[in-house]
């Protein structure tokens, strides 16, 4: 399941935003560096790929890609590349790929560029997050612009930055690693199926891949039902 909004099932609930809550949730922690961890191994991947959709493996090929920061720009190439060089018959698996790739990329980018904070006394496998903008935005509001004499009081002073808040579970984020883990595992398939063409093991693991992950069945029926 993915994140849930804060309010209004956390309304009760007091909301703090600091580095020093990090230390407080050991496992959540470690949850979210492997998800980053994990990434740099698809961004890898996606490299490689690039390169095998090229037809030149070389670094140089790599180098390119790796050199482009933003990710609409990566996924922009990839797809250039793709239209230029693949069979009409693995662009469908090609373009599922590309479907996971940018939600799981999203979603790596949220728990990265986010900011975490605390619940006291809440569930210890929860954690709020916002987003970085978000909470600069209520911040400024807050503390350095200055207030009229006679601005009522909100009642709940951290009543903004609660409605911009979302909850991360522990699952969450194990589940969200266990996607790009997937998605790394697909990626590569495809990428060995592109080097070694008509080769019967490579095609085969490449099956395998496809029919053994939910990401890519769920993509590929979603991609099917669209073109219906």
Known sequence: MPRQPFLPSHSKADLIYGIGHISKKPKIAEATGRCIMAWSYVDWQMAVLL??????????????????????????????????????SDREIFDAIMLIYASLQTQRADIAHGIF????????????????????????????????????????????????????????LERLEAEIVQLWGVAFTFTSYLNHPGLPVAVEALKKQCADSPLMTQALERMRKSKE
Request: glycine share 2%; aromatic share 6%.
């Open 117 to 172: 904070g605390s619940i006291p006394d809440g569930k210890e496998d929860e954690i709020p997050w916002i987003e970085t903008k978000n909470l600069s935005k209520d911040w400024i509001e807050r503390f350095h612009k200055p207030k009229k004499e006679d601005s009522p009081k909100q009642q709940d002073e951290k009543l903004a930055q609660k409605c911009c808040t979302y909850i991360y579970k522990l699952a969450d």
């Open 51 to 88: 390169a095998a959709l090229m037809k030149a493996n070389s670094e140089a090929s790599v180098a390119i890609f790796l050199t482009l920061r933003n990710a609409r720009a990566q996924r922009d190439v990839l797809v250039a590349a793709a239209e230029m060089t693949l069979a009409e």
